[in-house]
């Protein structure tokens, strides 16, 4: 059974379109995150939910957002891609301080 | 700011010891992690370590943790080539609200 599963695996997108990543947890975890790995491979905070709501909004621009329709379920709508926006975005869920558990990633190429 | 300092790569032979260095921020952090990512995949938590420990054995690996220095090392002993990933140390964030926060990570490459 997948603890957190992200669809999907690859997206290929033309510039100016907009589109979701879909992730859901199946651990019970409070917390959901989405971070972005870019081509260097660093990882930056993007969003945090907790129990549905938002509390970690790092500076990241209005095109991308998210919304959590229930604990167990984070999205991310992004409008008018941009070439820039090409990275793997990772989900990742948690519960008090054994660390994190990440979904095997969505690489978003926009085109 | 926050900035948790990694080597960003190391090169091995098979068989050898490797040793990923990680120099973090809060000295207040009550627990730090280290992280394993394969290519093509998501991060996997490969250990972690409690301030109140100076070390932590788990089969191969050994953390190593000096609160004076702010200074965290994995080692791999034995290394194989399935060792051959990005490893990254993480601390806690030192505000409620925010997040884990990721040292850019070390390339491993294990040589046969």
């Known amino acids: 059974d997948t603890a957190v599963s992200q669809t999907p695996k690859y997206l290929v997108t033309q510039m100016g379109n907009d589109k979701s990543i879909k992730c859901e947890q199946n651990?019970?975890?409070?917390?959901m995150y989405w971070y972005k790995q870019d081509s260097k491979k660093f990882l930056k905070i993007m969003f945090s939910?907790?129990?549905?709501?938002?509390?970690i909004n790092e500076t990241v621009p209005n095109r991308f957002s998210p919304k959590s329709p229930d604990k167990a379920h984070l999205n991310l709508h992004i409008n008018s891609l941009e070439l820039g926006d090409s990275a793997v975005y990772f989900c990742a869920s948690s519960q008090d301080f054994y660390g994190y558990t990440f979904g095997s990633g969505t690489r978003l190429t926009v085109v | 700011g926050e900035d948790v300092e990694q080597s960003l790569f190391l090169s091995v032979r098979e068989g050898d010891s490797s040793v990923i260095n990680c120099t973090y921020t809060?000295?207040?952090?009550?627990?730090l992690y280290w992280y394993k990512q394969e290519p093509g995949a998501g991060l996997q938590l490969l250990t972690y370590i409690f301030s109140n420990m100076d070390m932590k054995q788990d089969q191969r690996l050994t953390v190593l943790l000096n609160k004076k220095d702010k200074h965290l090392s994995l080692r791999i002993a034995d290394t194989q080539t399935g060792d051959s990933a990005i490893y990254f140390c993480a601390e806690p964030p030192n505000q409620a609200g925010t997040a884990l926060i990721f040292g850019k990570g070390t390339t491993l490459s294990v040589s046969s």
């Open positions: 651990l019970g975890h409070d917390t």
């Open positions: 809060d000295s207040s952090s009550t627990y």
């Open positions: 939910y907790n129990n549905k709501e938002l509390i």
